[in-house]
């Protein structure tokens, strides 16, 4: 339910964009946002952002980063600036979803994108 894009290879400095669609039978969406991992590394919470379009974000990539979401297309992207080589990671998007049979909110995972920052 949950499709991720934007991933790819730059240099240190760089930028890139990642996007990722929520589908399905959504009645309303909490909390999208963005986990990576590194290799060798446990998965780790970059950014995230409510319904009401409050964020918060690691203490590695503040100033760095920006999550956003469209609630009305039920996409979350996550803008990626001044790229180090440590932001190399597989990144996953996250995303609470009630569904309309649902009775509770229910956490969803991407299928992941990989960033590679080169020094």
């Known amino acids: 339910q949950l499709q991720a894009s934007g991933g790819g290879l730059v240099q240190a400095g760089g930028s890139l964009r990642l996007s990722c669609a929520a589908s399905g039978s959504i009645f309303s969406i909490s909390v999208m946002g963005w986990y990576r991992q590194a290799p060798g590394k446990e998965r780790e919470m970059v950014a995230d952002?409510?319904?009401?379009?409050?964020?918060k974000y690691a203490d590695s990539v503040k100033g760095r980063f920006t999550c956003s979401r469209d609630n009305a297309k039920n996409t979350v992207s996550l803008e990626m600036n001044s790229l180090k080589p440590e932001d190399t990671a597989v990144y996953y998007c996250?995303?609470?979803?009630?569904?309309?049979?649902?009775?509770?909110?229910?956490?969803?995972w991407g299928q992941g994108t990989l960033v590679t920052v080169s020094s």
């Open positions: 952002i409510t319904l009401g379009d409050s964020t």
């Open positions: 996250n995303a609470r979803i009630l569904t309309r049979t649902g009775r509770y909110y229910n956490e969803y």
